[in-house]
């Protein structure tokens, strides 16, 4: 014991020479310029929002609601509002909510429930992933052949109904492929139980697996009906109207046949426009665009967080 | 097949009739769902195919490359150059700004950042993929052509491709940065401690070890971004191209045409196309290029993401 008491003990020097070497500035740097990365994009984002904000608060402090109901008109600044804009846009939505989702969720199933490795199904798996990348201009010219001019008689030409039916194929991909993903992410475990005691297929989708992968199949709907509010090319090749629009005055139901504008479209039309007036009630329609869609994906994650589980 | 189906205990066992018949009806509703996306695919196609030939029959098929003239369909120039180096010039600013931003975030996130600062950082990303592409086109011009092109280019246009890249960029960084965060987490954790048991430290662990491991993924990152970035309408429409023609140009400084750019100005008609026989369906010719590049590109970024899901 005396002996080990002099000099210092071996254990010290070893823990020493590990600690005490120079710092490892190089790592530092290159730690914080991925940091950098990260969080520019989180300042991009806060300008981008500021740079809004400053543009449009000062159209609700002076209009307020009446902004939100007013027409799309690219005359008079005092009058124009994105009114039609919402409307055509939440009218899209129902097409995308009714045609999409019970497509993309059924396509999903039979992709990862059902279907066994053949040459067709894998067909109809790498199908639907060039899909996803097809740009959603080229979405548009399918919507103008297929739904305004092939389909005109159901259709009716340039209406809501041909611009929601385009909407809901331009999002039937993402649907597939989150809620791909959600079933995926179930263990066969579930599955076998179900199987165990007697279950059809069906039955064991129905009551063991859908609930599981509820919440993420919900995550991707809402991801992609945030997409779906915010497209805007397909919505012009289809001919969303960009100028004055009848007020119908109809059913419900007749106006999926009518001529329409959405809200990103309202955007746009404002955007090109030289007259410095319409710049603020740009920004203004931006913020309530930007609330719709970046409210959606907030809950798309919120969903994914809360319920997100490790089997 | 209910001779097949008798156990060896003489007990039936294939089940109720009625029940098996709904069963094969559910199939087969599944399935038909899923016979749908080809329907999509098939409808893409015979839209795109017969009126770009249509548009091929009408023209002179010498003036689609002919970069003197320019892209003007009202006059029947389609130079075909012109808009194909606007592509290239606007996705390869985009890329210069997406690429370092993408990554270095896919790295800090998967490498660095600590499950809680991840869990609070990664929607940051997740909220700027919302932001649509029309509002980024509006940002362009209200605050990157003012803000940075003018700055760096004194004397630089109100419409430029400059903006148009940037902002595109900022469009693709979230997609960049979480199909690499995939590929950077799918390395396996072993790798890394081999690495550390080796005495390197974190920054060479992740560029020497990490990085390389993932490298297919991180590839197929980049192109489909660049797929995306090829792609994109309103962003070159509002900050670049909002004119129906343009002039070859490769100055980013100036305003120049795009593919989707001029798709959209034939769309709605901003040049009042309505002149020569087959100047609308230039527009079908030029969707159907897109189509073909940005198909090349994505089967070529899925072979990279099938080949890091096959290693690991």
């Known amino acids: 014991m005396a002996i080990a008491a002099k000099g210092p003990r071996t254990s010290d020097v070893v823990a020493q020479q590990l600690r005490g070497r120079s710092t490892d500035v190089k790592g530092i740097i290159f730690q914080a310029a991925l940091l950098f990365a990260l969080l520019l994009s989180l300042l991009i984002l806060l300008v981008l929002i500021a740079d809004v904000a400053r543009g449009g608060l000062g159209v609700f402090q002076e209009r307020g609601g009446e902004f939100l109901r007013g027409r799309l008109t690219v005359v008079s600044p005092t009058t124009a509002g994105v009114g039609q804009g919402i409307v055509g846009s939440l009218l899209l939505l129902i097409f995308v909510v009714l045609m999409a989702f019970p497509v993309g969720v059924a396509a999903a199933i039979y992709l990862e429930e059902y279907a066994s490795d053949t040459r067709f199904n894998r067909f109809i798996d790498v199908n639907i992933r060039n899909l996803a990348g097809v740009p959603s201009i080229v979405y548009g010219l399918l919507g103008l052949v297929i739904f305004v001019q092939v389909l005109a008689p159901l259709t009716g030409g340039k209406t809501v109904m041909a611009g929601g039916l385009t909407l809901a194929i331009l999002v039937l991909p993402i649907v597939i492929i989150t809620s791909m993903e959600a079933l995926r992410a179930v263990p066969d475990s579930i599955r076998e139980a179900g199987f165990g005691v007697g279950a059809t297929r069906w039955e064991v989708i129905r009551s063991h697996v859908l609930p599981a992968a509820a919440p993420g199949i919900l995550t991707g709907t809402v991801l992609s009906i945030s997409r779906a509010i915010g497209e805007t090319a397909p919505l012009l090749v289809v001919g969303a109207t960009t100028g004055l629009l009848a007020t119908g005055g109809r059913g419900f139901f007749e106006s999926f046949r009518e001529g329409y504008t959405a809200l990103p479209v309202v955007v746009f039309r404002w955007t090109s426009l030289p007259n410095e007036d319409f710049r603020a009630l740009t920004s203004a329609a931006i913020i309530v665009l930007l609330i719709m869609t970046l409210s959606a994906n907030a809950i798309a994650i919120i969903l994914r967080n809360r319920y997100e589980r490790k089997w | ?312």
Do not use: C, H
Request: glycine share 8%; aromatic share 8%; proline share 5%.
């Open chain 2, 1 to 312: 097949m209910a001779q097949a189906a008798m156990s060896p205990t003489g007990i039936d066992l294939s089940g109720n009739p009625r029940r098996r018949r709904k069963e094969t009806l559910i199939r087969r509703v599944f399935q038909a769902a899923a016979v749908v996306s080809v329907v999509v695919s098939a409808a893409i196609v015979f839209s795109l195919v017969g009126r770009a030939g249509y548009f091929l029959a009408q023209v002179d098929l010498a003036t689609l490359i002919a970069p003197s003239d320019g892209w003007f369909p009202r006059r029947g120039s389609f130079d075909v150059m012109t808009i194909f180096a606007g592509t290239l010039l606007v996705s390869g600013i985009g890329m210069l700004v997406a690429a370092p931003l993408g990554l270095g975030a896919a790295i800090y996130l998967s490498e660095y950042a600590r499950p809680r600062v991840r869990r609070y950082l990664k929607p940051i990303l997740e909220i700027l993929a919302g932001v649509p592409s029309v509002v980024l086109g509006f940002f362009a011009i209200t605050w990157i052509t003012p803000q940075i092109v003018e700055r760096i280019v004194p004397g630089a246009q109100f419409f430029n491709m400059a903006a148009a890249g940037i902002a595109v960029g900022i469009l693709i960084t979230p997609l960049v940065a979480a199909v690499a965060e995939d590929a950077f987490r799918s390395v396996p954790q072993s790798l890394r401690e081999a690495s550390y048991g080796m005495g390197a430290r974190k920054r060479s662990t992740t560029l020497n070890v990490v990085v390389p491991a993932a490298v297919s993924g991180v590839v197929a990152s980049l192109i489909l971004a660049l797929s995306r970035a090829i792609g994109e309408t309103m962003i070159v429409a509002i900050a670049s191209g909002a004119t129906g023609g343009s002039a070859f140009t490769l100055d980013p400084a100036a305003p120049g045409q795009t593919m989707t750019a001029a798709m959209t100005a034939l769309a709605i008609g901003s040049d009042q196309v309505r002149g020569s026989e087959g100047t609308f369906e230039s527009l079908y010719f030029i969707g159907l290029l897109l189509f073909l590049i940005t198909l090349a590109l994505n089967v070529i970024s899925d072979r990279f993401v099938r080949r890091v899901r096959q290693k690991y």
